[in-house]
């Protein structure tokens, strides 16, 4: 049986890497369409999709979005739009390749194949496989996860990971409006949610590579929104909010 599998890339001047992502993720062994949701790039990478969707006219989508509205958000929304248009399976992943394309279908297998409802490509299942970072962006990252999965007690070893797949059922079990966070903690609260409400998932051990071109997007907020979110978090799990 084919699924329809939809890969959502949030973008915000991305002009240096969205071609090679996009003609990357269709060169692949399975069929998959991606859905560009772009926060109004002032450098013209909408431009880019606009023109690439002639020669792709099934397969890319463009969702575009007044101005910054952050990560979170433009996930959700997608989300939205493709439970919408009837998609199967629907990933996360970054314009700038620090996810490997490849690892979609990876991800893919974890869930269509082995019966997962959330596969997470994962930095630490594995030790740490990270490339390019400081290493103190790499303690910084490593443990946060390590005090998430303290707080929470959820068995999960990369809970800021970005890289995933998620099954439509997952999904269309999750209230998006009810969604707190909007930074990394979005990713967080998602894996939190899936795991509360007792859906099966899996770490893939991927290499996560940093990003060669275009501007980084992380913060100091984005940090302090994740320290402090996974209390709430766990909080409203005792008091059962989810």
């Known amino acids: 049986m084919s699924h329809r599998n939809l890969v959502i890339i949030p973008t915000y001047k991305e002009r240096e890497n969205i071609e090679k992502i996009l003609r990357k993720v269709f060169s692949l062994s399975l069929p998959f369409h991606v859905l560009v949701v772009d926060d109004n ?3 013209g990478t909408q431009d880019i999709v606009r023109s690439l969707q002639l020669e792709f006219p099934e ?3 463009l969702y575009p979005r007044a101005g910054k509205l952050g990560l979170g958000t433009a996930y959700l929304e997608g989300f939205a739009w493709a439970l919408k248009h009837n998609y199967d399976y629907v990933f996360e992943m970054d314009a700038d390749f620090s996810h490997n394309p ?4 990876r991800l893919y297998h974890a869930c269509a194949v082995e019966g997962n409802d959330l596969a997470i490509g994962s930095r630490y299942v594995t030790g740490v496989n990270v490339v390019n970072w400081p290493m103190s962006r790499v303690m910084l990252s490593f443990f946060a996860s390590k005090y998430v ?3 929470t007690g959820m068995p999960v ?3 800021t990971a970005g890289f995933m ?3 439509s059922t997952l999904l269309k079990s999750i209230q998006f409006n009810k969604v707190k966070f909007v930074g990394y903690a979005f990713q967080i609260e998602m894996k939190f949610t899936a795991w509360a409400k007792k859906f099966k998932m ?3 051990p991927i290499i996560f590579t940093d990003r060669t071109e275009g501007q980084s997007k992380m913060s100091k907020g984005i940090i ?3 320290a402090f979110g996974v209390i709430s978090l766990k909080l409203r799990s005792i008091f059962g909010k989810f």
């Open 202 to 204: 899996v770490e893939v």
């Open 165 to 167: 797949c998620y099954s």
């Open 59 to 61: 397969q890319l989508h």
């Open 41 to 43: 790039s002032p450098d």
């Open 149 to 151: 999965k303290f707080i």
């Open 102 to 105: 490849d690892d979609l279908l």
């Open 224 to 226: 302090r929104e994740a």
């Open 157 to 159: 070893n990369d809970a």
